[in-house]
């Protein structure tokens, strides 16, 4: 089932990024908690502005890889809570994060807008 198209899973993309950076230090994480989602959210930033979207700054990433990197670090973000200990808050956003990015990833379209076909 593909619901979510490239240009609406961009903006996304974004959404997230800013969350993992800024919930984080309003939510007063510590230690690996708050540096782990901080370069979570940078990367995302890093690799989305990479990617061959509408919502890019240089299409050198394709979709289907970005896509991939995104499930990678959503297991990564549903991993660490338990591989590191997390307090109980800490470990529902890594949680509720993850497992969000899993589930848009596996209901994003994986055509771009330039190779759907009316």
Same mark, same amino acid.
């Given at each position: 089932?593909?619901? @979510?198209?490239?240009?609406?899973? #961009?903006?996304?993309?974004?959404?997230?990024?800013?969350?993992? @950076? /800024?919930?984080?230090?309003?939510?007063? =994480?510590?230690?690996?908690?708050?540096?782990?989602?901080?370069?979570?959210?940078?990367?995302?930033?890093?690799?989305?502005?990479?990617?061959?979207?509408?919502?890019?700054?240089?299409? @050198?990433?394709? =979709?289907?890889?970005?896509? /991939?990197?995104? =499930?990678?670090?959503?297991?990564?973000?549903?991993?660490?809570?338990? @591989?590191? #200990?997390?307090?109980?808050?800490?470990?529902?956003?890594?949680?509720?994060?993850?497992?969000?990015?899993?589930?848009? /990833?596996? /209901?994003?379209?994986?055509?771009?807008?330039?190779?759907?076909?009316?």
């Amino acid at each position: 089932m593909t619901l @979510i198209p490239s240009k609406y899973h #961009g903006a996304l993309d974004y959404a997230v990024a800013a969350t993992l @950076i /800024v919930a984080p230090l309003a939510l007063n =994480f510590e230690g690996l908690a708050k540096y782990l989602a901080i370069a979570g959210g940078l990367g995302l930033l890093a690799y989305s502005l990479l990617t061959d979207y509408s919502l890019s700054a240089r299409k @050198i990433l394709s =979709f289907k890889a970005h896509l /991939v990197l995104d =499930f990678i670090a959503a297991l990564g973000l549903v991993a660490a809570p338990f @591989i590191f #200990g997390f307090t109980s808050l800490e470990r529902a956003f890594y949680l509720l994060i993850g497992l969000s990015v899993v589930a848009v /990833v596996l /209901v994003t379209n994986t055509e771009t807008e330039d190779q759907v076909h009316v």
